[in-house]
């Protein structure tokens, strides 16, 4: 499947709406899996390709023929291998046949009309990180315990005052350089300068003061004509001029653009993030980094001073104080505590992580809350039993500047801050408008930080869905760009219009949708 240049615009403009499952119907396993495959236009069988893909990548798919090799010819004395094509129908043959397996499994997935404390079916832990993978999302996301595709969202959006929408997307650009900037990937590349050049941004005050009156001003006088105007701009000291809105573009677009410019050769870089295993002396370290779930689960009982038999006896109490039964071919039952305890004891022995491991998503489920842990330990993601507070913050990719700035400016909504300016709501409100603006956020990373080739989109999968093809982006046109404008000397002049018309679009469409006319 490849990800075009409309489609990944389509998908980042997205509303709220795109990030909030609250509606029923999105409350059941499958439901909310086929609604994410519909608002991203992806098909059943592009999504059984991406599985195939992702188990690939864990050594879990072989497409090989055993037993057959490739025919050898000689040319003069050089000695090459050609393309037995043969084989390569063979193994594309063996590839489709395993892609259709994988359909017939996820087309039953998406008619799973259950949450995950309801779902018996035994299923690969494998699936479900994969799944995690392509959604781009957290476990709670897929097991219906949330709305928003990640577990953090809503507390970050109540941090920093800014929209649900704005958060993910920060969190999706994050994600993406978290995972492949170990390879160099210039997808990733991208998406971490676009976190920088945001934060670039918010660190200027002045010139966010300039971008959020700009954007977010409502007029509240008219002309004869009933059009409005902007008043009390002095154009001396001893007098004032009354502007028009056709004028204010002109001059506040003038102002905007010297001070991007200043902007633009000012150093910016944020700090390292350090790795989540360092020495924390408020979490426990449990698990090693290979440990299997099997040991994972032993090494939080011995943590516990617990007995296999003490475990058997909290899961049997959860389900019965919750009334999780179990259920098996429509018959619904209270399992006995013998049985929970044979159970228990097989999943403590799958000490290796050679075997995928399959448990229901309803045992996934007491297993997280009676060891009061997250997902990710269980999967082996994290070896603390709860995600680090550091994480948290980290997950924006913001400065911790930024970070306390937006912070403070969020309080300032409720309770009255004399260091945080008035117009604090107008500059979070602005953030959201430029982060929601694709073309705007692109072309202002390009202008701040000199990127030297232009990014195309249809090949940087950087946002959802995560990497569903394994294309990357290439640097081909580099040397176009070099030869246009080089040592990005001329680059303003081709940046700024285009700026400049994004931004009055925004206040075009922000005025318009607030009634008002521009």
């Not at 798919?61 to 050609?82: A, F, G, Q, V």
């Not at 944020?270 to 980094?289: G, H, R």
């Not at 093809?469 to 040592?487: R, W």
Request: hydrophobic share 30%; proline share 3%; charged share 25%.
């Amino acid at each position: 499947m490849r990800v075009s240049h409309n489609f990944i615009n389509k998908i980042w403009e997205q509303n709220d709406q795109y990030f909030q499952f609250q509606y029923e119907e999105f409350r059941t396993f499958g439901a909310r899996l086929k609604k994410w495959r519909e608002l991203n236009g992806i098909s059943q069988k592009e999504m059984a390709e991406a599985i195939y893909s992702c188990r690939k990548k864990l050594g879990l798919e072989n497409d090989d023929i055993s037993n057959e090799k490739l025919k050898e010819t000689y040319t003069s004395t050089t000695e090459y291998l050609p393309i037995d094509y043969e084989i390569l129908e063979k193994r594309t043959q063996k590839r489709n046949r395993r892609i259709s397996s994988l359909l017939k499994t996820y087309l039953e997935w998406e008619k799973k009309e259950t949450t995950a404390s309801l779902a018996d079916t035994p299923f690969s832990m494998t699936h479900l990180r994969i799944l995690k993978e392509i959604l781009d999302c957290d476990y709670e996301f897929l097991f219906c315990e949330i709305d928003t595709p990640h577990k953090y969202t809503n507390h970050l959006v109540h941090q920093t005052g800014l929209n649900v929408s704005t958060i993910e997307k920060l969190l999706s650009l994050n994600t993406m350089y978290n995972i492949s900037s170990k390879d160099s990937n210039p997808s990733a590349t991208f998406a971490h300068s676009i976190i920088v050049a945001l934060d670039k941004l918010i660190a200027d005050d002045d010139l966010m003061a300039y971008l959020s009156y700009y954007l977010t001003y409502t007029p509240k006088r008219y002309d004869d004509e009933k059009k409005p105007i902007f008043i009390g701009h002095s154009v001396s000291k001893s007098d004032t001029y009354e502007i028009d809105t056709e004028n204010i573009h002109l001059i506040y677009l003038i102002t905007i653009a010297n001070k991007l410019q200043t902007l633009k050769e000012q150093e910016h870089t944020i700090p390292p993030v350090y790795p989540d295993n360092l020495p924390s002396f408020t979490q426990v370290f449990l698990a090693k980094e290979n440990d299997s779930f099997g040991e994972r689960l032993r090494k939080w009982r011995e943590y516990k001073h617990y007995t296999q038999d003490t475990v058997a006896n909290l899961i049997y109490s959860y389900r019965r104080e919750n009334n999780l039964e179990k259920v098996v071919k429509g018959i619904s039952y209270m399992p006995e505590k013998e049985s929970i305890l044979r159970t228990y004891q097989n999943w403590e022995s799958k000490s290796k992580n050679t075997k995928d491991t399959r448990l229901s998503m309803s045992d996934l489920y007491i297993l997280k809350n009676i060891m009061e842990c997250d997902y990710e330990y269980l999967f082996g993601e994290i070896n603390t039993l709860n995600t680090s507070d550091n994480s948290i913050q980290k997950a924006l990719g913001f400065s911790t500047t930024t970070l306390n700035k937006l912070e403070k400016y969020s309080k300032s909504l409720q309770t009255t801050n004399s260091t945080v300016p008035p117009y604090a709501y107008k500059i979070l409100l602005s953030i959201d408008l430029i982060v929601s603006d694709t073309t705007l956020l692109y072309n202002l990373t390009h202008f701040l930080l000199d990127i030297p080739f232009h990014v195309y989109m249809d090949t940087c999968p950087i946002l959802k869905p995560v990497e569903i093809t394994g294309h990357s982006c290439t640097l081909s046109d580099s040397a176009y760009t070099n030869y246009l404008f080089p040592e990005n000397k001329e680059l303003h002049n081709v940046f700024l219009p285009a700026l400049f018309d994004r931004l009055k679009e925004i206040r075009k469409n922000f005025s318009n949708n607030n009634n008002l006319s521009i």
